[in-house]
């Protein structure tokens, strides 16, 4: 299993909130998730960005 670090970045504000592993091999594209933002203070879409 080859796990990769994403970082999950919101969509509105552009501010970095979560870490999260994913599997590349069983989800090659990249993830989109709806996580709740504490700076916008609502549930908004994550998504992923590159890991340095």
């Known amino acids: 299993m080859v796990k ?3 970082r ?3 969509t509105e504000c552009k501010n970095i909130n979560y870490l999260t592993f994913r599997n ?3 989800c090659p594209k ?3 998730l709806k996580k709740y933002c504490k700076h ?5 879409v994550h ?3 590159k890991t340095k």
């Open 4 to 6: 990769r670090q994403a």
């Open 8 to 10: 999950l970045e919101c």
């Open 24 to 26: 590349n091999k069983t």
């Open 30 to 32: 990249k993830l989109e």
């Open 40 to 44: 916008c203070r609502k549930v908004t």
């Open 47 to 49: 998504k992923e960005t």
